[in-house]
C-alpha cells in the first residue's frame, strides 16, 4: 500500500516556475515507478511525466517536453515535478501516480495509486 500526498501548486505568471512534490508512504516506495499526471477542467487525465524506480528513465508527453524535469529521491520517499516556461494551457489539477512496474510507463492503467492532486494555474 502506498499513499501519496502533492503539494506545491498555486498561481504563477505565464512563463513562471513551480516545483510539485509528492511525498509517498510505505516502506516500498523504491518498488514502484513513479509518475505525474494532469487533468484540466472538462478533459481527461492526461500523462505528464514518468521516472523509473532508481531514476535511471525518465519519459515525458511531448507539451512539457522541454520544459518539465521530474525527479526522485527514494532516500526521503519524494518524488518532484519542476516546472519552467508555464504556459495558460498548463493550467490542471496535477496528480502523482505510482506503478508497480519495471522501467517507465504512460499507461494511466498501469498505476496503482494515486494522490488527491494539487492545483496549478498559469495566468496569461
Known amino acids: 500500500q502506498v499513499q501519496l500526498v502533492e503539494s506545491g501548486g498555486g498561481l504563477v505568471q505565464a512563463g513562471g516556475s513551480l516545483r510539485l512534490s509528492c511525498a509517498a508512504s510505505?516502506?516500498?516506495?523504491?518498488?514502484?515507478?513513479m509518475g505525474w499526471f494532469r487533468q484540466a477542467p472538462g478533459k481527461e487525465r492526461e500523462f505528464v511525466a514518468c521516472i523509473s524506480r532508481r531514476g535511471r528513465s525518465t519519459n515525458y508527453a511531448d507539451s512539457v517536453k522541454g520544459r518539465f524535469t521530474i525527479s526522485r529521491d527514494n532516500a526521503k520517499n519524494m518524488v518532484y515535478l519542476q516546472m519552467n516556461s508555464l504556459k495558460p494551457e498548463d493550467t490542471a489539477v496535477y496528480y502523482c501516480?505510482?506503478?508497480?512496474?519495471?522501467?517507465?510507463?504512460?499507461?494511466?492503467?498501469?498505476?496503482?495509486?494515486w494522490g488527491q492532486g494539487t492545483q496549478v494555474t498559469v495566468s496569461s
Open positions: 510505505g516502506r516500498t516506495f523504491s518498488s514502484y515507478a
Open positions: 501516480a505510482a506503478a508497480n512496474f519495471l522501467g517507465v510507463t504512460n499507461a494511466r492503467e498501469k498505476y496503482d495509486y
